[in-house]
């Protein structure tokens, strides 16, 4: 599978996100000479265990990640952050949760762009939206360098796109950046070979850079 990267949009302090900042974003990589290749979408929810003793001394994830793409539609992602653990699992899963009710989903997000084609590179501009809500929480960069899949030997050449982006993006004049914190993916017990689980651990870390930022601001 090619590497990827995600980079989120952090807001200057008392500014927002908007569709604005969205559509100049979507102008930089048309500037780039992006091509619309047509939509992506994944979905991340957070689960909490549904205790009704409160009491209860619990030996089990505390809270955990879910994560659905579009790409691979009959699979699904955990990923419990504490243990710095990331599953793959068939889709059908969520049915067994759903009966169980072991587990609530707290909060659902939705991750909504465009894909664009700009030779052996490819950039998803997306949107995080809350579930059943239009409001925009978020902006993230998809990048994805499609000759390579070894996440060491990509480094180089995705660090120098990654500053050609970030240039690119300067000359808008807008009022925040993009950030790129690489995930340990060692600490996963994930490989060098890129795989949809590394996709997983990064869409976890942007959204706690998210919320980070967020925070921040408020």
């Known amino acids: 599978m ?3 990267c995600i980079l989120h949009w952090q807001p200057n302090q ?6 604005q900042v969205l559509n100049e974003i979507s102008q930089c990589v048309e500037t780039l000479n992006g091509v619309k290749e047509g939509r992506c979408k994944a979905s991340l929810t957070f689960y ?3 205790l009704r003793d409160q009491s209860v001394t619990i030996d089990f994830p505390r809270d955990f990640l879910g994560i659905s793409m579009l790409e691979q539609p009959n699979k699904y992602y955990f990923i419990i952050r504490g243990q710095k653990i990331v599953l793959e699992a068939d889709s059908s899963i969520l049915t067994i949760m759903e009966k169980l009710q072991s587990y609530k989903s707290k909060v659902a997000l939705h991750f909504e762009g465009v894909l664009y084609k700009l030779g052996d590179f490819q950039m998803r501009v997306i949107k995080v939206v809350p579930n059943q809500a239009e409001s925009l929480r978020g902006i ?3 990048i994805e360098y499609l000759p390579i ?5 990509s480094k180089q050449i995705m660090e120098e796109f990654i500053d050609i ?3 690119v993006v300067s000359k808008k004049a807008l009022a925040g ?3 790129y914190a690489e995930p340990n993916y060692a600490e996963y017990g994930l490989s060098d070979n890129y795989t949809c689980q590394h996709t997983a651990v990064q ?11 967020a925070q921040l601001r408020n």
Do not use: H
């Open 140 to 142: 993230m960069i998809e």
């Open 2 to 4: 090619p590497i990827r």
């Open 14 to 19: 008392g500014t927002v996100v908007n569709s």
């Open 165 to 167: 982006w970030k240039e």
């Open 177 to 179: 950046q993009f950030m």
């Open 149 to 153: 899949s070894s996440v060491e030997k």
């Open 203 to 213: 869409y976890a870390a942007a959204l706690a850079q998210l919320i980070q930022s």
């Open 48 to 50: 909490r265990p549904n």
